[in-house]
């Protein structure tokens, strides 16, 4: 969602985005607040342009994101050299920022939330680039106790169908094959009696678009119209990203997920039972408050009985303004024995996606190059149907085809092989 947010500001602006903060004119930081260390790194790049901005005063500099949404007018006390604050669902007004501080040199914070022109500017798009993102929901509407979303990216605002159709042809028009629909809970997207499984068929039809993803689901808005589409529509990745957060019932309740175990997993098989190979990672938070050693070995028993493709784990971070902030100091997980759990799981999973990545030697998979290898340029780079990243030898014709690669090593992220003619 940030990287997607971050190529609008460069789309918002009439000028030539660079990495470069010497030659740059406007410097903006695009911010993350969903945990603590996020929100920190946001305050230690932005001190990075103190003497930059004392030494070049007609620079702009601005601070982007959540972290500006969730703090305000006391970053322009904190930071004196910052020239504006710009909440997430402010990109559309950025222009009229610049121009207001070049004319008047007045610092602004921008942080309204009912902004109309919510989804105007396309994300900058990188020629050449054969992925990319299209924001369909903005907010969220789900109040899981540990969570600043929906205090910093307000309220679920569903795209029009039309809209989310129209940017993704023109992506497709530009060279994009795979599209990704992006919301905070994509899968609750509906609009006018159309639901996230006929916005699936919909985009199912635009001609030249070869794979269809979606980031991230929510458990619950999981429906057998969702489900049929993924069967139904042959562009569909067969890779769901499915946040469990916890296997212990207490604390699904506690952080108000809205499901039990049970439910999870039994979703995982009526998802399993229409598409038989699909590859499901997740989201897990360790040491939410009151999490007991049994509560966590009901989650490494829930890792044990999905074995999930992938999982990103946290651990718990309060948030001002959440629920799970307010449990008292006897209440939260001691730090350590909370790190030796996430160690326990990451070493766990870490085990899953070695074996299932060797689980596909020998395979042919079907991958969509992307680019040159970061690694080594002699090899091209894709990923997999099921989202793994292959790496195989080729030239650059073939960036933006699908090809055919039969996998010969599985490592512990990425797998390599050789291009089958
Ligand atoms: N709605 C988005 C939210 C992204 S946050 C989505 O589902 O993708 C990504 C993950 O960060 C969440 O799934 C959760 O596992 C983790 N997370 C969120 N708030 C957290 C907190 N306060 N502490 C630790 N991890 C958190």
């Not at 139904?232 to 990745?237: G, N, Y």
């Not at 990103?312 to 024995?337: C, H, L, N």
């Amino acid at each position: 969602m940030n990287e997607y947010d971050s190529d609008r500001i460069k789309n918002a602006l009439d000028a030539e985005p660079t990495d470069d903060p010497k030659k740059a004119d406007i410097i903006i930081i695009n911010t993350c607040a969903i945990r603590e260390k996020a929100d920190q790194k946001a305050f230690s790049s932005l001190g990075k342009f103190k003497s930059l901005k004392a030494n070049n005063p007609d620079k702009i500099v601005g601070i982007a994101g959540c972290v500006a949404q969730l703090y305000g007018e006391k970053l322009l006390k904190r930071m004196p050299h910052i020239d504006f604050v710009l909440g997430p669902r402010a990109i559309p007004k950025l222009p009229d920022i610049i121009s207001n501080i070049e004319r008047e040199k007045r610092r602004t914070v921008e942080t309204s939330y009912d902004i109309e022109e919510l989804f105007e500017i396309e994300p900058y798009h990188k020629e050449g680039k054969v992925t990319g993102f299209v924001s369909v929901q903005q907010g969220c509407n789900k109040r899981c106790t540990y969570c600043i979303v929906p205090q910093v990216r307000g309220n679920e605002v569903n795209r029009p169908l039309k809209d989310i159709l129209t940017e993704t042809t023109n992506l497709v028009n530009k060279g994009v094959r795979e599209i990704t629909f992006i919301g905070q809970t994509v899968n609750s997207w509906k609009e006018n009696g159309y639901k996230f499984g006929d916005l699936i068929r919909a985009a199912g039809e635009v001609e030249n678009l070869e794979r269809i993803r979606f980031t991230t689901s929510y458990p619950r808005d999981i429906t057998k119209r969702m489900i049929d589409a993924m069967k139904d529509v042959p562009q569909v990745c067969h890779h769901l990203h499915l946040p469990v957060q916890s296997g212990s019932d207490k604390v699904l309740s506690m952080m108000k997920r809205t499901y039990t175990r049970q439910w999870y997993t039994d979703t995982i098989s009526r998802l399993k039972d229409a598409v038989p190979d699909l590859s499901v990672s997740t989201d897990i938070i360790i040491g939410f408050p009151g999490e007991t050693g049994q509560d966590f070995e009901e989650t490494m028993s829930l890792m044990k009985e999905v074995e999930f493709e992938s999982s990103y784990s946290f651990k718990f971070s309060p948030r001002p303004g959440t629920a799970a902030a307010e449990y008292s100091a006897e209440e939260m997980v001691d730090p350590q024995i909370a790190s030796a759990r996430l160690s326990e799981l990451q070493a766990f999973q870490k085990d899953i996606t070695e074996k299932k990545n060797l689980s596909r030697v020998g395979l042919i998979e079907k991958v969509l190059v992307e680019g040159e290898s970061r690694n080594d340029p002699n090899f091209l780079s894709g990923r997999t149907d099921h989202n793994r990243i292959l790496n195989f030898k080729g030239t650059k014709e073939l960036v933006g085809k699908t090809v055919k690669v039969k996998v010969s090593e599985g490592l512990l992220n990425s797998l390599r092989g050789e291009l089958v003619v």
